[in-house]
């Protein structure tokens, strides 16, 4: 049935983009996306790509690489201006886009807006950086020269989340374009339309043909022939631990490269002198930004004892405040979760939680009534009292469920910060600033923020540490993640018999 939302008609439809053609998937077949808001609309339509699919999009980035196209790897003037171009693309075709993320993940609109902004800026950052790409060169006493050049890895699979879509695509697409890689991106299966509008766009720029290729499809069929692909020179991947744990395993039968983005379970430390005001309202959003669907949502809150009662009733004041509705209406603060399954998986840990017997301050419940009947809404959850070792503190539970545990020193802080085995993101709140530095040095966590909480710019880095992944996007450091280092060593010596060859050549 065909109905209309803002100013997108549904359901949006996806085709594949393999080597500059736009297509279905070999056999035609589809898979639908649910709108997660209203259960009863298509969302999307996507091709539901095949291995054979696949296999093309990877033959298509493995010639572009190959042949150079259109001096891809060495022609940086090119590839600043695909960037360029698709940072402005985005920006001029915003409103859609934030409207395509907003339904198929449930993203309230006024996060969906900031979202697509963002990837523009990752887009615009990187063009900045392609002509800037400088080696290193040394000469030894002999006269002969060392180089170091930077090379692109060669073609590179991208697995993507559903979360944030756009910026978890651009985090990976820029900097591999910008250093000259060609790519086959493999987006999830319950945001294709959103991804499929980007590479879109970035098909109007002046991207050489089989450069960058689009698969939708299952991560078992077509992720895993990108995974296991020869041809594919590299795996970035962004997802679920354990899917990014199968493919660290799948990669090293052939070493293949591999950088990953995985879960989190980020802790919000909150000192006896901080600014209460500041460190509630940075902490819920946090909590409940996309409904604490986010790798690095703020999901454990480590208290000090004597500021507990003041920190607690200011955040569950500000989470009570929060209105869970639909993410198309502007004055929406947090909308549906994902989907049926993710969903039922929350409220397993919520009834864990009430079974264990810690303190439910807030929330707790699947909203009931209206639209709320056709989506996946549930309140903003807090439990108190909860013990660091207790599954609701060590695993991710990937939506809007907080808990609060208490620490009576800087020493047991840094302690229950830790004692997870992830190591993505925290936040420290303290007045007295050497003492929010110490901690947030021990923090074993590829981000800290002091005073702040989910701030994530361009110019900085994101990664984790433990078992929140390998490697680094965004910045400089996004370079490297898509680039070889290579010495080319010159002799400068002039001399056809060096001293060296004597070990081997009497003469
Ligand atoms: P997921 O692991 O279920 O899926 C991620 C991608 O992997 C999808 O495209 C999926 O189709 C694909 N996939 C699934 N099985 C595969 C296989 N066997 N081989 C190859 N590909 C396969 O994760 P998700 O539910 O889409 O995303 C949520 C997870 O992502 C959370 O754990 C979250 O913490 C994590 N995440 C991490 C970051 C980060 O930057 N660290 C950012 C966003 C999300």
Request: charged letters at 20%.
């Amino acid at each position: 049935m065909a109905t209309d939302i803002g100013s997108l008609q549904l359901p949006l439809s996806t085709r594949l983009l393999i080597d500059g053609e736009e297509g279905p998937a070999t056999g035609g077949e589809e898979f639908y996306r649910e709108n997660p808001a209203d259960n009863r609309q298509v969302a999307t339509a996507a091709a539901k790509g095949s291995a054979e699919d696949a296999r093309a999009a990877i033959d298509a980035a493995r010639r572009a690489f190959d042949s150079n196209t259109q001096n891809w790897i060495y022609n940086y003037k090119l590839r600043e201006q695909v960037l360029y171009q698709t940072a402005q693309l985005i920006r001029e075709h915003a409103p859609r886009l934030a409207e395509v993320v907003s339904l198929e993940v449930g993203m309230p609109i006024r996060q969906a807006i900031p979202h697509v902004a963002a990837a523009a800026d990752i887009f615009e950052f990187y063009a900045g950086l392609a002509g800037k790409l400088y080696g290193e060169s040394f000469t030894l006493p002999t006269g002969s020269m060392i180089n170091l050049v930077k090379e692109p890895i060669g073609v590179i699979g991208m697995i993507t989340p559903w979360n944030f879509p756009l910026t978890q695509t651009a985090r990976k697409v820029a900097p591999a374009l910008a250093v000259g890689c060609t790519l086959v991106i493999k987006p999830a299966s319950y945001t294709p339309a959103a991804t499929y509008e980007l590479v879109k766009l970035m098909h109007q720029t002046a991207l050489p043909n089989g450069v960058v290729n689009l698969v939708s499809g299952p991560g078992t069929v077509v992720g895993a022939e990108i995974v296991t692909s020869r041809k594919v020179d590299k795996i970035s991947f962004t997802g679920e631990s354990g899917t990014g744990k199968d493919i660290a395993v799948q990669a090293a039968r052939d070493i293949k490269r591999i950088s990953l983005e995985l879960g989190g379970k980020a802790p919000y430390v909150v000192f006896d002198d901080a600014d209460m005001e500041g460190a509630s309202r940075a902490a819920v959003f946090g909590m409940f930004r996309n409904a604490g669907q986010a790798c690095g949502a703020t999901t454990r809150l480590l208290v000090q004892e004597s500021v507990h009662d003041e920190f607690l009733a200011k955040v569950v004041h500000l989470s009570q405040n929060i209105k869970v509705g639909n993410p198309a209406d502007e004055s929406t603060d947090m909308g549906p979760l994902i989907s049926a399954s993710q969903e039922q998986v929350v409220q397993e840990y919520i009834k864990f939680g009430l079974d264990a017997g810690y303190d439910m301050v807030t929330g707790g419940h699947k909203l009931q009534g209206g639209l709320y009947d056709n989506g996946y809404y549930l309140e903003p959850t807090i439990f108190d009292g909860v013990d660091n070792s207790s599954r609701l503190a060590q695993e991710e539970i990937f939506g809007p469920v907080v808990v609060v545990t208490t620490f009576k020193d800087e020493e047991e802080a840094i302690h229950l910060a830790n004692d997870v085995e992830f190591g993505l993101v925290a936040g420290v709140w303290s007045a007295d600033y050497p003492r929010a530095m110490r901690v947030a040095r021990r923090i074993q966590a590829g981000t800290v923020w002091i005073w702040d909480n989910y701030a994530q710019p361009v110019e900085g880095i994101w990664g984790g540490y433990k078992q929140s992944g390998i490697g680094r996007e965004l910045g400089y450091y996004g370079l490297d993640d898509f680039q070889e280092v290579k010495q080319i060593f010159t002799d400068g010596t002039g001399l056809t018999m060096k001293p060296a060859y004597s070990q081997v050549i009497s003469e």
